[in-house]
Nanobody, 128 residues
Framework: QVQLVESGGGLVQTGDSLRLSCAASGRTFSNYAMGWFRQAPGKEREFVAAITWNGGSTYYADSVKGRFTISRDNAKNTVYLQMNSLKPEDTAVYYC?????????????????????WGQGTQVTVSS
């Protein structure tokens, strides 16, 4: 089992920045690819960003490319999502997820069904 706990969400204004953190425990963190997903009210959960087990590759949804940065610190068992230039459409509950996967296939890493473990989510609200 892997336990994931997100933090760092909040209420910000358009153009502001936030950094989300996801702390993992329970298994060897470096054995897992990590992803961030989000779900807005009335919408399906969508892919935001993903990072391979060793941090060697990162992937982003087109809607956040150039504004968000995913990173990980395997020594701290933590994955981060730095979010800059936030927009009202970024408002959602953000979830981190873990997939025991040592490859770098984007088509796999962008799919929520690939992930075995999920956090409880953290709310991000961007006001206009």
């Amino acid at each position: 089992q892997v336990q994931l706990v997100e933090s760092g969400g909040g209420l910000v204004q358009t153009g502001d920045s936030l950094r989300l953190s996801c702390a993992a425990s329970g298994r060897t963190f470096s054995n897992y690819a990590m992803g961030w997903f989000r779900q807005a009210p009335g919408k399906e959960r969508e892919f935001v960003a993903a990072i391979t087990w060793n941090g060697g590759s990162t992937y982003y949804a087109d809607s956040v490319k150039g504004r968000f940065t995913i990173s990980r610190d395997n020594a701290k068992n933590t994955v981060y999502l730095q979010m800059n230039s936030l927009k009202p459409e970024d408002t959602a509950v953000y979830y981190c997820a873990a997939d025991r996967y040592f490859g770098s296939d984007y088509s796999r890493m962008r799919e929520s069904v690939s992930y075995d473990y999920w956090g409880q989510g953290t709310q991000v609200t961007v006001s206009s």
